[in-house]
């Protein structure tokens, strides 16, 4: 039967049926994050932008409460109500984990923003504080570097 459905539908509905099969006997495995490592600029920095820095970004115009995410040392200074924005490899200490947690008013980002975050979003946030929450340049002004050379395995030399 898979022979014949690689030959008719291709390796999609193959990979489909021995998901199936994999959950029907209980050998599927799901995993919220399948990375080992939350990157800033690959995960952070898009949510970020579409829900955060509206309100606390690089526009000092229309920055609340003189808070700014977008820059490391400001997101993490404590504000003058001595709270702790960000609390690097401490998500329960960090005020940004416990707003975007929050079901009441504090909740951000706030209704008003007609942005709400998925619970992926939410818990990608937590895990990139907890992971001690490192910022990374913009990946246009990063440096260029040459990958290595492979290594090819029964090379004719």
């Known amino acids: 039967m898979i022979a014949q459905v690689r030959r008719s539908s291709g390796w999609l509905m193959e990979t489909?049926?021995?998901?199936?099969?994999?959950?029907?006997?209980?050998t599927l495995s799901i995993t919220v994050n399948l990375r080992a490592e939350v990157s800033?600029?690959?995960d952070i920095r898009p949510i970020m932008s579409d829900t955060c820095f509206r309100c606390h970004g690089p526009d000092k115009s229309s920055r609340?409460?003189?808070?700014r995410l977008d820059i490391r040392d400001e997101a993490l200074k404590?504000?003058?109500?001595?709270?702790?924005?960000?609390?690097?490899?401490?998500?329960?200490?960090?005020?940004?984990v416990k707003r975007i947690f929050d079901a009441g008013k504090r909740v951000m980002p706030p209704a008003f923003a007609h942005k709400e975050l998925t619970e992926?979003?939410?818990?990608?946030?937590?895990?990139?504080?907890?992971?001690?929450?490192?910022?990374?340049g913009h990946w246009a002004y990063?440096?260029?570097?040459?990958?290595?050379?492979?290594?090819?395995?029964?090379?004719?030399?």
């Open 16 to 26: 489909k049926i021995h998901m199936l099969m994999a959950v029907l006997t209980g």
């Open 78 to 96: 404590k504000t003058a109500s001595g709270i702790t924005p960000i609390a690097p490899g401490q998500p329960d200490q960090s005020e940004i």
């Open 64 to 67: 609340m409460m003189g808070l």
């Open 142 to 157: 990063a440096p260029v570097k040459r990958p290595s050379v492979p290594v090819i395995a029964n090379s004719p030399t």
């Open 120 to 136: 992926k979003q939410k818990l990608t946030i937590r895990q990139w504080v907890a992971e001690g929450a490192k910022y990374e």
């Open 40 to 42: 800033f600029n690959r």
